[in-house]
């Protein structure tokens, strides 16, 4: 049996500002159910274990009146898959996977039982008899230390790397022309250990400890499938996904998610941030491609950097992140504004202007990182910055002509920031409400191996 982790009391059935019961719009995923009761999850939920039935309806059971972020709850079950217009969640744990099994059938049912552990674990329950049930000479079938902790608008979101299209699994004709093998940027200073990975699942929630419990516990459902190959752990997140979100900052102190794709900007996020079957592959309609790049931020010097400089690099005031040619945070910014000197006041070589889109084409991008820190080198320097997530319809168009321009003239790249760790995912599309989990049911992908 399933169990839930608190005793949370079942709550009102009315969300404010909540999903509809059974999401199909293009950003169902975008609002939280916030407050789901996990008994009224578990009503459902909590009927079905192993290889039974687990479906969009149990979830849709018990929608609650928020009281907090943390007990917030987002359907894993949706066109799109979670985690990707979801209002961005404070904590990530991020892990890349290297498959260690040559056969195409275990790596189904490897999917099979990360598309049910998800699905549970987003309602804030516990896996199988959970930490302190089943058999007493077994191990338990949860690692235990999210029991008694709500759900914390966790999302968990699949992708598939490279590798998957390699030769093992005869799904090469299958492998989309946007999933390309990224290309060292000038400036990349990429360190093996957080290069790649053929599958990933990002971990986003408002608590560290349910995020990370999602990873560990996943992870351990894929012993002798999939092992982790790297992963990240993100605090503070660097965007905002929609617009009830305050802007937040990045490690180098500035605003960062102003100029952001957001959720509610649907016909743009139709454009840049979902696959369509036309772009190619019909397995990846609804999905997104996931850019992640691990990027240290040599914070001593940027430190030691005139507040004059840093604003002239971004192009934006650290107070306000307002553009620098005038107006407030929104205001869009203007490249054409002149100082008295004559020179443009947003420097072209500022990260807001070679990132903008009126400088690729028009190209945009849903961003979604997280500010990290990873202790200190040898030097004593921390080993800090930002962990880059980005989600697009097409990194070729979007993502690589921008890294590129910042590559090669963004001051603030170029003497700041190292990238550390990079590698690109599909991400397919969700599973529709109503899916049918279980040892012999639907999962997150399951249209590639059709
Ligand atoms: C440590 C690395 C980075 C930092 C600290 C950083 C910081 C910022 C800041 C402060 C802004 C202005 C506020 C905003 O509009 O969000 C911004 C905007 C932006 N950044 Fe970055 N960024 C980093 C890396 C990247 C990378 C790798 C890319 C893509 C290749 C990128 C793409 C963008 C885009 C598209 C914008 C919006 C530009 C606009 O439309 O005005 N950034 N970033």
């Known amino acids: 049996m399933t169990q839930d982790r608190t005793d949370a009391p079942a ?95 275990r790596v189904i049912s490897l999917l099979r039982r990360w598309s049910e552990a998800a699905a549970r674990l987003m309602t804030g329950s516990e896996l199988g008899s959970g930490a302190a049930g089943g058999a007493y000479a077994a191990p338990p079938d949860d690692t235990g230390e999210a029991l008694g902790l709500p759900a914390s608008g966790l999302t968990i979101t699949f992708g598939f790397g490279p590798g998957l299209f390699d030769e093992r699994f005869g799904l090469a004709s299958k492998r989309p022309e946007q999933l390309i093998d990224l290309p060292k940027f000038s400036g990349d200073t990429l360190d093996d250990q957080f290069v790649g990975g053929d599958l990933c699942i990002q971990a986003c929630a408002d608590d560290p400890q349910v995020a990370v419990h999602a990873i560990r516990n996943l992870s351990r459902l894929a012993f002798g499938d999939a092992a982790i190959r790297w992963a990240q752990l993100g605090f503070g997140r660097t965007s905002s996904t929609t617009r009830a979100q305050d802007t937040p900052r990045n490690f180098m102190g500035f605003k960062d998610g102003t100029a952001n794709l957001r959720a509610e900007d649907t ?83 500022s ?70 760790g990079s590698a690109l995912f599909a991400v397919p599309p969700g599973l529709p409400a109503g899916s049918v989990l279980g040892s012999e049911g639907a999962y997150v992908g399951q249209e590639l191996f059709t």
């Not at 159910?33 to 039974?52: C, E, I, N, Q």
């Not at 940027?302 to 306000?320: N, P």
């Not at 849903?366 to 997530?389: E, I, P, S, V």
């Open 351 to 420: 990260h807001v202007a070679l990132a903008h889109p009126s400088a690729n084409g028009g190209a945009m991008m849903l961003r979604r990182g997280y500010n990290f820190t990873d202790g200190a080198d040898a030097l004593g320097r921390l080993d800090a910055g930002l962990f880059f997530l980005a989600y697009v319809r097409d990194p070729r168009e979007q993502f690589v002509p921008v890294q590129n321009a910042l590559s090669s003239s963004d001051v603030m790249t170029i003497e700041y920031l190292r990238t550390t």
């Open 267 to 349: 016909d743009l996020v139709d454009r840049w941030v979902w696959a369509d079957a036309a772009d190619g592959q019909p397995w990846m309609a609804g999905g997104s491609y996931l850019v992640a790049r691990r990027i240290r931020i040599l914070a001593e010097i940027w430190d030691r950097t005139s507040l004059q400089q840093q604003e002239q690099d971004v192009g934006r005031t650290k107070g306000s992140g307002a553009p620098l040619s005038g107006g407030s945070e929104f205001t869009e910014p203007d490249f054409t504004v002149t100082g008295r000197d004559g020179e443009p006041l947003i420097r072209p070589t």
């Open 11 to 105: 709550a009102s059935t009315e969300a404010s500002g909540g999903a509809p019961a059974s999401p199909a719009s293009s950003q169902d995923d975008a609002q939280a159910r916030p407050g789901l009761s996990r008994r009224a999850a578990l009503g459902t939920a909590g009927a079905v274990a192993g290889a039974a039935a687990l479906t969009a309806g149990g979830f849709a059971a018990g929608r609650a009146t928020a009281s907090s972020l943390q007990t917030s709850a987002y359907d894993f079950f949706g066109s799109h898959q979670s985690g990707i217009v979801t209002p961005q969640q404070d904590r990530l744990h991020f892990a890349a996977f290297d498959i260690t099994t040559d056969s195409r059938a």
